[in-house]
């Protein structure tokens, strides 16, 4: 996959002079600043932008919404002061299986650079590249549905846990994205035991104490499968639409686990 294919048709949110902009700038080049000043001149592309039923305007949500999952990656890999592989190996497959083999080299180069514009930053200052990635998730948080930004968080939890365990400093930066992203306490500790087979970890899973009454858990179950219905991010591809599913039959898998304990 060239690198014109990850910014094609409309990209949304990710403009030159903001934080996004300025990562994309040093990621992709000159080709960024080309595609973005292509829209800009661009009346028709403007008019599918506001329109938003193109096919361009999809392709740019969706562009849009890979880059910041490479761009808050960059962040959650290196929270804990190494890459590891297996990280590394986890954005690799789920590029590959995603976007395809051609997807993988691309990807990992924009990893790359974004790991030296991070090294580069915080060698002047160690909170520079921290920064900019609070301005990014601030931008996500005003262009993206709460939908899209679980899926979104989901995704980088999943990057964290791929080699097995995860640092304290790594559920820190994850919180910390969170935050910024507007997003409800709670959602990274959700997601964190998804893949846990016990009672608490389901009664993380919903986000309820084991004290909470029945209609409690009911409640906190709907509301859960309401914020994460797999069709509220089917805009983003097929692809994204069933890592949610997914991501659904983990939170029914919890219910179950209480439901049965309960007897309900």
């Given at each position: 996959?060239?690198?014109a294919k990850w910014?094609?048709?409309?990209?949304?949110?990710?403009?030159?002079?903001?934080?996004?902009?300025?990562?994309?700038?040093?990621?992709?080049?000159?080709?960024?600043?080309?595609?973005?000043?292509?829209?800009?001149?661009?009346?028709?592309?403007?008019?599918?932008?506001?329109?938003?039923?193109?096919?361009?305007?999809?392709?740019?949500?969706?562009?849009?919404?890979?880059?910041?999952?490479?761009?808050?990656?960059?962040?959650?890999?290196?929270?804990?002061?190494?890459?590891?592989?297996?990280?590394?190996?986890?954005?690799?497959?789920?590029?590959?299986?995603?976007?395809?083999?051609?997807?993988?080299?691309?990807?990992?180069?924009?990893?790359?650079?974004?790991?030296?514009?991070?090294?580069?930053?915080?060698?002047?200052?160690?909170?520079?590249?921290?920064?900019?990635?609070?301005?990014?998730?601030?931008?996500?948080?005003?262009?993206?549905?709460?939908?899209?930004?679980?899926?979104?968080?989901?995704?980088?939890?999943?990057?964290?846990?791929?080699?097995?365990?995860?640092?304290?400093?790594?559920?820190?930066?994850?919180?910390?994205?969170?935050?910024?992203?507007?997003?409800?306490?709670?959602?990274?500790?959700?997601?964190?035991?998804?893949?846990?087979?016990?009672?608490?970890?389901?009664?993380?899973?919903?986000?309820?104490?084991?004290?909470?009454t029945d209609d409690?858990?009911?409640k906190a179950y709907?509301?859960?499968?309401?914020?994460?219905?797999?069709?509220?991010?089917?805009?983003?591809?097929?692809?994204?639409?069933?890592?949610?599913?997914?991501?659904?039959?983990?939170?029914?898998?919890?219910?179950?686990?209480?439901?049965?304990?309960?007897?309900?």
């Amino acid at each position: 996959m060239s690198a014109a294919k990850w910014i094609g048709g409309i990209l949304g949110f990710i403009t030159t002079g903001t934080a996004l902009g300025a990562l994309a700038g040093a990621a992709l080049g000159a080709l960024f600043d080309y595609a973005v000043d292509g829209v800009s001149n661009d009346e028709t592309g403007h008019g599918a932008r506001q329109a938003g039923g193109s096919e361009n305007y999809r392709r740019g949500e969706r562009n849009g919404f890979l880059f910041s999952l490479l761009a808050l990656a960059s962040y959650i890999i290196r929270a804990d002061g190494k890459v590891m592989h297996s990280e590394m190996e986890y954005v690799r497959t789920f590029l590959r299986m995603n976007f395809g083999d051609n997807a993988v080299e691309q990807g990992n180069d924009i990893l790359l650079r974004l790991f030296d514009e991070q090294k580069r930053m915080n060698a002047t200052n160690p909170y520079a590249f921290r920064d900019i990635i609070r301005q990014s998730c601030m931008q996500i948080a005003a262009n993206m549905s709460y939908a899209q930004r679980l899926q979104l968080l989901n995704f980088l939890v999943m990057i964290a846990q791929a080699d097995g365990k995860i640092t304290s400093e790594e559920i820190s930066a994850l919180k910390e994205v969170a935050a910024y992203m507007r997003m409800q306490d709670g959602e990274v500790d959700s997601m964190l035991n998804m893949q846990g087979d016990d009672l608490e970890s389901a009664y993380k899973v919903l986000g309820v104490s084991p004290q909470a009454t029945d209609d409690e858990v009911r409640k906190a179950y709907r509301k859960l499968v309401q914020k994460n219905h797999p069709d509220k991010v089917a805009s983003l591809g097929e692809d994204i639409r069933l890592a949610s599913e997914k991501k659904l039959k983990e939170i029914n898998k919890a219910k179950d686990r209480i439901y049965k304990a309960r007897g309900i």
